[in-house]
């Protein structure tokens, strides 16, 4: 059965790109990275860089084909559904590449099926990691291994690649490893791939961006996710509230040197942080606290530099308090 989020819950991100030089100014700003993000950064793209007098060029390769990009010096902004992770800070440092961390929304990944599944309407946490773990590769095959009660039926699994930061994030609260699972599934970076493999086989099962999930929600059906308290859809009170558990905060990083050198660069992004709250539920995103934008427009005042994480993806993270 269809389940359509409450109150349009929404959010996203917006761009990345790297290098350090001066003539980077008056140039075309390049980003990459999250395609969850990239729905966002082509909007504030739209709204903002005409104004602003500055050229963006939106690309993705995933959060992690990005970072590869921005650490070696290619693009000055970066799109993360993650924070940057301990071999990317290194690999910036070898680089000289500084960068300014900037939280810009709140996501939630969705685990959906097709829309004529009449069996399945939520999972536990269990369940989902007994499906994805590595040792489910060519084993859990139907349904009915998945819960007894589900029919013998072939399961087939859709998920983003490995050069995405939505895979990281799910591998990390589901299989309780980063970076391990099963292969035997249809990898993309491409959301919209996704979804359409989804909405063609009746036995699919997938996971991707909460905000793909809204923009076909007449399509899919999307599971509530039991983590131990009972069946919860990814609401926005859900996410606020740190009751989903797979909700993460969405991050663009931006190069420190191109901000320095390119005062375009810093009108477009002050520009963004300004009025995204007001926007980023259009892109299936939901918006952070005030007190946290409030906290990114300082950082990128001040070009503050480095990560608040010190280069581990934390879960469960509780973005409320930040700025307060």
Same mark, same amino acid.
């Given at each position: 059965?269809?389940?359509?989020?409450?109150?349009?819950?929404?959010?996203?991100?917006?761009?990345?790109?790297?290098?350090?030089?001066?003539?980077?100014?008056?140039?075309?700003?390049?980003?990459?990275?999250?395609?969850?993000?990239?729905?966002?950064?082509?909007?504030?793209?739209?709204?903002?860089?005409?104004?602003?007098?500055?050229?963006?060029?939106?690309?993705?390769?995933?959060?992690?084909?990005?970072?590869?990009?921005?650490?070696?010096?290619?693009?000055?902004? +970066? =799109?993360?559904?993650?924070? /940057?992770?301990? %071999? $990317? *800070?290194?690999?910036?440092? #070898?680089?000289?590449? &500084?960068?300014?961390?900037?939280?810009?929304?709140?996501?939630?990944?969705?685990?959906?099926?097709?829309?004529? +599944? =009449?069996?399945?309407?939520? /999972?536990?946490? %269990? $369940? *989902?990691?007994?499906?994805? #773990?590595?040792?489910? &590769?060519?084993?859990?095959?139907?349904?009915?291994?998945?819960?007894?009660?589900?029919?013998?039926?072939?399961?087939?699994?859709?998920?983003?690649?490995?050069?995405?930061?939505?895979?990281?994030?799910?591998?990390?609260?589901?299989?309780?490893?980063?970076?391990?699972?099963?292969?035997?599934?249809?990898?993309?970076?491409?959301?919209?791939?996704?979804?359409?493999?989804?909405?063609?086989?009746?036995?699919?099962?997938?996971?991707?961006?909460?905000?793909?999930?809204?923009?076909?929600?007449?399509?899919?059906?999307?599971?509530?996710?039991?983590?131990?308290?009972?069946?919860?859809?990814?609401?926005?009170?859900?996410?606020?509230?740190?009751?989903?558990?797979?909700?993460?905060?969405?991050?663009?990083?931006?190069?420190?040197?191109?901000?320095?050198?390119?005062?375009?660069?810093?009108?477009?992004?002050?520009?963004?942080?300004?009025?995204?709250?007001?926007?980023?539920?259009?892109?299936?995103?939901?918006?952070?606290?005030?007190?946290?934008?409030?906290?990114?427009?300082?950082?990128?005042?001040?070009?503050?530099?480095?990560?608040?994480?010190?280069?581990?993806?934390?879960?469960?993270?509780?973005?409320?308090?930040?700025?307060?």
């Amino acid at each position: 059965m269809k389940r359509a989020m409450a109150g349009g819950i929404c959010f996203a991100m917006l761009l990345g790109l790297g290098p350090a030089a001066s003539s980077w100014a008056q140039e075309t700003v390049r980003a990459d990275g999250s395609s969850t993000v990239y729905p966002i950064t082509q909007e504030a793209e739209r709204r903002y860089a005409h104004n602003a007098g500055v050229e963006v060029d939106v690309q993705y390769s995933g959060t992690t084909g990005g970072f590869r990009r921005f650490c070696a010096g290619e693009t000055q902004i +970066n =799109d993360a559904s993650r924070p /940057i992770n301990r %071999e $990317e *800070l290194k690999a910036c440092a #070898e680089s000289d590449v &500084e960068f300014v961390e900037l939280p810009i929304a709140l996501d939630a990944l969705s685990v959906v099926v097709h829309s004529d +599944n =009449d069996w399945a309407e939520e /999972i536990t946490i %269990e $369940e *989902l990691r007994r499906l994805w #773990e590595p040792a489910a &590769e060519d084993s859990v095959m139907t349904w009915q291994q998945v819960r007894p009660e589900w029919p013998d039926r072939p399961i087939r699994l859709f998920g983003r690649g490995q050069d995405s930061g939505t895979y990281d994030f799910f591998t990390s609260v589901i299989v309780g490893e980063t970076r391990a699972s099963r292969h035997d599934y249809v990898a993309s970076e491409n959301e919209e791939a996704l979804v359409e493999g989804i909405m063609l086989d009746r036995e699919a099962l997938g996971f991707f961006g909460v905000g793909a999930y809204f923009r076909h929600w007449e399509n899919l059906q999307d599971l509530a996710i039991d983590a131990g308290d009972g069946p919860v859809h990814p609401s926005l009170n859900a996410v606020r509230e740190g009751r989903y558990p797979l909700a993460r905060p969405l991050f663009l990083y931006v190069n420190a040197g191109a901000l320095r050198n390119d005062p375009q660069l810093q009108a477009f992004l002050e520009a963004y942080l300004d009025g995204l709250s007001n926007w980023v539920h259009f892109t299936g995103y939901m918006p952070l606290p005030e007190a946290a934008y409030d906290d990114a427009k300082k950082r990128l005042a001040s070009m503050t530099t480095g990560s608040r994480f010190a280069g581990e993806l934390q879960v469960g993270t509780d973005i409320n308090n930040w700025g307060k």
